[in-house]
């Protein structure tokens, strides 16, 4: 699989985390001139944004056995050469122990990590990586506490999760927290780029990789795994083979309605959405294009700057609510707000509109 081909190893070759890698990497050199470690490290963020992959790379950069590791001026990054760092990465290390907390997440499984934490080792730093954290029951997070508040020398806790919400106060309190941000399109389309040409894929529209990545909600592992499916699906890469074999709507649907709702052409936006949304639509893909396209309009000086707001606004709020809304009732709603803003035809469209009211404005 791609997404594991090309699971980052360094530092460096992690996407739209640098403010995290910076302090890790003043963390790593602190450690190297003497000072401690933290007791612990929580990585939060949305899935595919690379929290256990780092978890990975410090637990490779702390048991590194390069000469060059710890030297002044050195970097601050794993050899991914020695014995040490590719036995973490073959998730086999005797110092690593990477735990799926969703499945091992009671308070026997933490008191057996307890007792292997203070068991002996070959390496510099034992690391234990608990995946999907917020699965631990309520006496699990009890049971590490203690070791938190008083930390073994050479013991590194890495939690990762999507849902640090859902973390004792207690717990927090104990650990150096970073949160790892959702990675913008472009980002993920020059790095699917990069990926496609060295696999060799043939690309005949290079406007897929940016589809992928809007598509992939800042999720680098989602928008590899795409691209792999997508080149096992046809080749040269087309942006119209994409929105095929995923169900989307192309971005010019966007400007379409945007068109209509400046005519107030209700007409006119009943084919279009009657015609592309009956069908079985990724909408949250639709309403993410819908975002960028705004910004190119404003730049582009076609909407002004309170029109663009509450454009973004109206498509913020269908998003909010797609969970009680089939495509084609939130492609209503939808214009019904882009009616709002474009509200200078002489219709009447102040009131907040409701799913009645949308039923039989579009009867």
Not at 78 to 102: G, Y
Not at 314 to 333: D, G, P, Q
Request: aromatic content about 10%; overall charge neutral; proline content about 3%.
């Amino acid at each position: 699989m791609w997404a594991l081909d090309y699971r980052p190893k360094r530092f460096q070759d992690l996407v739209g985390q640098m403010h995290v890698v910076r302090v890790i990497a003043n963390i790593m050199r602190r450690y190297y001139k003497g000072q401690g470690l933290p007791a612990g490290f929580l990585f939060a963020g949305t899935k595919g944004t690379g929290k256990t992959t780092s978890a990975r790379v410090v637990a490779a950069m702390l048991n590194c056995t390069a000469e060059y590791i710890g030297q002044p001026g050195s970097v601050m990054e794993p050899c991914c050469q020695c014995e040490s760092c590719k036995s973490v990465f073959r998730s086999n290390s005797l110092f690593v122990h990477e735990i799926d907390a969703a499945s091992s997440g009671l308070v026997d499984d933490i008191r057996a990590i307890k007792e292997m934490a203070m068991l002996s080792h070959t390496g510099k730093v034992r690391v234990i990586i608990l995946d999907e954290a917020h699965s631990l029951s309520k006496e699990a997070f009890e049971a590490l506490l203690k070791q938190l508040e008083e930390p073994m020398p050479n013991v590194l806790y890495i939690f990762c999760t999507t849902e640090a919400n859902k973390f004792p106060d207690t717990i927090l309190s104990r650990l150096m927290q970073f949160n790892f941000k959702q990675i913008v399109p472009d980002m993920i389309a020059a790095r699917l780029q990069h990926i496609a040409i060295t696999e060799k894929v043939e690309v005949a529209d290079v406007a897929v990789f940016q589809a992928i990545a809007v598509k992939s909600q800042g999720a680098m592992r989602d928008g590899i795994m795409m691209l792999e499916q997508l080149s096992n699906y046809r080749v040269p890469l087309r942006l119209d083979d994409f929105l095929e074999y995923y169900g989307l709507v192309g971005p010019e649907i966007c400007n379409s309605l945007l068109d209509m709702a400046k005519k107030a052409d209700i007409v006119g936006a009943k084919e279009i959405i009657a015609a592309n949304f009956m069908k079985s639509i990724d909408i949250a893909y639709f309403l993410d294009n819908f975002m960028i396209s705004i910004t190119d309009l404003f730049n582009n000086r076609l909407v002004t700057s309170q029109q663009a707001i509450d454009l973004y606004k109206a498509a913020a709020e269908v998003k909010a609510k797609l969970r009680f809304m089939s495509a084609f009732i939130a492609a209503n709603y939808l214009f019904a707000l882009l009616l709002r803003v474009f509200s200078n035809q002489g219709i009447d469209v102040s009131e907040v509109v409701t799913t009645d009211k949308l039923q039989e404005m579009f009867n």
